[in-house]
C-alpha cells in the first residue's frame, strides 16, 4: 500500500514570492506521482504528474516539481506566485502497475498574501 | 471535451428522502470514480466502475447505490442517509484504470442531509 504526508496544512505566502509545497511518499513499489489543484467551491484539476523520465516536471502555469527517489518527495515549487493560484493542493501516489486507486495526501491550503 | 458535469450543484434533503446524483462525461472513458469529500480533508474513494461494471467498493454503506447505466453516465441513489453523509461528492473519470492515467474530475454536488 502506498501513502502521502503533507506536512503543510496551510502555506501563506506574499504575492509574488516563492513557494514549495512539501509531499512525501511511502511505497514499496514504483509509483506515479500527481499534484491536483482545487480551486474554491470547484473540482480538483490535475497540475502536473510523474510518470517516468526526467524527474522534473512542469505545468503551463508556472509550477514545477522534482521526483527524488531517495528522499521519497515530490515537492511543489513556484518561482514567484500570484494571488489566483489561492487553491488547496493535493498530492497523490497510485502503484506503478496495475489497476490502482489515488491515494491523496491531506492538501495543503496555500493563501496568497497581497 | 475535457469535462465531467454534475448535477445538481447543490443537493438538500431530509434523511428520509430518496434521491439521485448524476454524472457525464463524453471523452470516452471507460473507469469512472465517485468520491465523498469532507470540508478541509482530501476525496475519499467510495465506488470505481470500469467498462459499466462495479470494480472496487470502498465498504460503502448500503444507502449509497451506485449505478452506471451506460459508458457515458454514472450515477449515485441516496436513501436514508444521515446528516453526517453531507459533504461534497465529487464524480472522475479516466481512459481505464491502470496506474498513471489522469482522473478528471466534475465540480462536485454539494450534499446537505438535513
Known amino acids: 500500500a502506498q501513502s502521502v504526508t503533507q506536512l503543510d496544512s496551510q502555506v501563506p505566502v506574499f504575492e509574488e514570492a516563492p513557494v514549495e509545497l512539501r509531499c512525501n511518499y511511502s511505497s514499496s513499489v514504483s509509483v506515479y506521482l500527481f499534484w491536483y489543484v482545487q480551486y474554491p467551491n470547484q473540482g480538483l484539476q490535475l497540475l502536473l504528474k510523474?510518470?517516468?523520465?526526467?524527474?522534473l516536471v512542469e505545468s503551463i502555469n508556472g509550477f514545477e516539481a522534482e521526483f527524488n527517489k531517495s528522499q521519497t518527495s515530490f515537492h511543489l515549487r513556484k518561482p514567484s506566485v500570484h494571488i489566483s493560484d489561492t487553491a488547496e493542493y493535493f498530492c497523490a501516489v497510485s502503484a506503478g502497475f496495475g489497476n490502482e486507486k489515488l491515494t491523496f495526501g491531506t492538501g495543503t491550503r496555500l493563501t496568497i498574501i497581497p | 471535451d475535457t469535462e465531467v458535469t454534475q448535477t445538481p450543484k447543490h443537493l438538500v434533503m431530509g434523511m428520509t428522502n430518496k434521491k439521485s446524483l448524476k454524472c457525464e462525461q463524453h471523452?470516452?472513458?471507460?473507469?469512472m470514480y465517485w468520491y465523498k469529500q469532507k470540508a478541509k480533508k482530501p476525496p475519499e474513494l467510495m465506488f470505481v466502475?470500469?467498462?459499466?461494471?462495479?470494480?472496487i467498493n470502498e465498504s460503502v454503506p448500503s444507502r449509497f447505490s451506485p449505478e452506471c447505466p451506460n459508458s457515458s453516465l454514472l450515477n449515485l441513489h441516496l436513501h436514508a442517509l444521515q446528516p453526517e453523509d453531507s459533504a461534497l461528492y465529487l464524480c472522475a473519470s479516466s481512459q481505464g484504470l491502470a496506474g498513471g492515467l489522469e482522473q478528471y474530475f466534475g465540480p462536485g454536488t454539494r450534499l446537505t442531509v438535513t
Open positions: 510523474y510518470l517516468s523520465g526526467s524527474t
Open positions: 471523452m470516452g472513458h471507460r473507469a
Open positions: 466502475y470500469s467498462y459499466e461494471k462495479l470494480s
